[in-house]
């Protein structure tokens, strides 16, 4: 229904909305085309239409776009002549043969009949609910009025440009100006919510198989284990299945190489952890991979199964157990450069077991290192091999002590804050480092100055 209300300048906006489109110098016709209230702002939001004129004591028109005729708009609206030109006028059919005429006193009104277009048929989508989406209803009556948005010029007050008579039409493609997506507008956000629900249904179908489905491989590897624990072996032709079962439904990675015989081998440090451990560690020790780990003191686990799996391009991946057992195995390795090291904050993690690289960062933060001899000892009487430069002066105070946090350390690694600390920590246990400032909150390590 459209009526005149009186709103004071807050409450309009709370009122207003999101605005779509704002055009002032714009005149409110009589029946007889002449102005009524002068000139104002016609504002178009997500469910109205204003007239605000200039100066009238916050007297506001307001047009609720359900209001609007708009069954005839989908074949396409007409666009006068003059659309683009000044005084243009625009004819907004309502319900009941009702109509509200506006002049563009200074042009654009083709942009306003583009955006009014546009949301007049997403309005037109939210009365036509789609089949198997639940849209709430309007509680306007919805106008079966056979009228047509109209934009006439002004015959009188306008020469004909195009060389056409004033109330010749030229009608425009409805793909011109409902050139929109589907996903705009109130409808648009209306038809997400509706399929995010579908989706959401759909998922917890999908999740209620799942765990159906889980239920019954457990029972059936809990049956397999019964098996084993009676017979001693289990043919291979059955667990094979249950195998391809688990890796079809992605519940189960752990690879589990046959033996001659045609049986699964139980043992963890079998034939396939070996090749994967001397695969791994290829890998990593390749030239093509140097700029990654070439640098890298140690990587956690978790990063070189996440890294690992990736190189592999997504076939035949390895479960999180194997790539642990495969440490395990590569441990025990001559060949390996890396130990399986548990670290002060409890990861696991390949260590280098040459210190150079990680010295050699940390020297060009703290200085040459402070040590008595080309060749220190560490702790345990092993001896390290690496060059030890010795500075020129040894510092004579605490303030000539370079020193480097956690924080630091970890932009110079490019690791995270977490696995530089338990490196520091790890120098620290292996007699390079000594740690100062804890009771401050703020840990810092410098050299070893106990060394000598």
Avoid at 67 to 88: H, K, W
């Amino acid at each position: 229904m459209v009526v005149w209300e009186h709103y004071s300048r807050d409450k309009f906006l709370h009122l207003k909305g999101v605005t779509l489109c704002e055009q002032d110098g714009v005149e409110l016709l009589q029946d007889g085309g002449h102005p009524r209230r002068g000139s104002g702002t016609l504002i178009l939001s997500a469910s109205n239409i204003f007239f605000v004129p200039n100066g009238d004591g916050g007297a506001v028109l307001r047009i609720p776009l359900d209001a609007i005729a708009i069954d005839s708009m989908l074949g396409g609206p007409l666009v006068g002549t003059g659309s683009d030109l000044p005084n243009a006028k625009l004819v907004v059919p309502l319900g009941a043969g009702g109509k509200v005429q506006f002049s563009f006193v200074r042009g654009g009104l083709a942009l306003f009949v583009e955006i009014l277009s546009d949301v007049l048929q997403q309005w037109n989508i939210i009365r036509q609910p789609v089949p198997g989406a639940h849209y709430p209803q309007s509680t306007a009556t919805p106008s079966h009025s056979s009228q047509t948005l109209r934009s006439d010029s002004a015959t009188s007050a306008i020469p004909n440009a195009s060389g056409c008579s004033g109330g010749e039409h030229v009608r425009v493609s409805s793909d011109d100006l409902f050139s929109v997506t589907d996903r705009a507008g109130i409808a648009g956000l209306m038809r997400v919510s509706a399929e995010t629900v579908q989706q959401r249904e759909a998922f917890r179908d999908i999740d209620h198989v799942m765990k159906n489905v889980s239920s019954l491989v457990a029972a059936i590897r809990h049956l397999r284990q019964k098996q084993q624990s009676a017979a001693g072996m289990v043919p291979s032709e059955d667990t094979t299945a249950i195998e391809s079962i688990e890796a079809t439904l992605g519940l189960s990675a752990t690879a589990r190489p046959q033996d001659p015989i045609g049986f699964v081998v139980g043992d963890t440090h079998s034939k396939f952890h070996q090749e994967l451990a001397r695969e791994i560690h290829l890998w990593i020790t390749h030239e093509k991979n140097q700029n990654i780990f070439g640098t890298m003191p140690l990587i956690p686990l978790i990063e070189l199964f996440s890294l690992y799996n990736k190189a592999r391009g997504g076939h035949d991946l390895v479960s999180t157990n194997d790539v642990l057992c495969a440490c395990r195995v590569l441990d025990k390795q001559a060949y390996a450069e890396h130990t399986l090291k548990k670290l002060s904050s409890g990861r696991l993690a390949l260590q280098r077991k040459d210190s150079s690289v990680v010295l050699e960062k940390l020297e060009r933060v703290l200085g040459p290192r402070l040590c008595n001899s080309s060749q220190a000892r560490e702790p345990g009487g092993g001896v390290s091999f690496f060059s030890c430069r010795v500075p020129k002066a040894f510092p004579v105070s605490p303030s000539e002590l370079k020193s480097i946090n956690e924080v630091e350390f970890a932009s110079v690694l490019n690791v995270a804050y977490s696995v530089a600390m338990d490196l520091l920590e790890e120098l620290e246990a292996q007699g390079f480092l000594c740690r100062s400032g804890g009771e401050f909150g703020c840990l810092v390590f410098h050299w070893n100055i106990f060394v000598f």
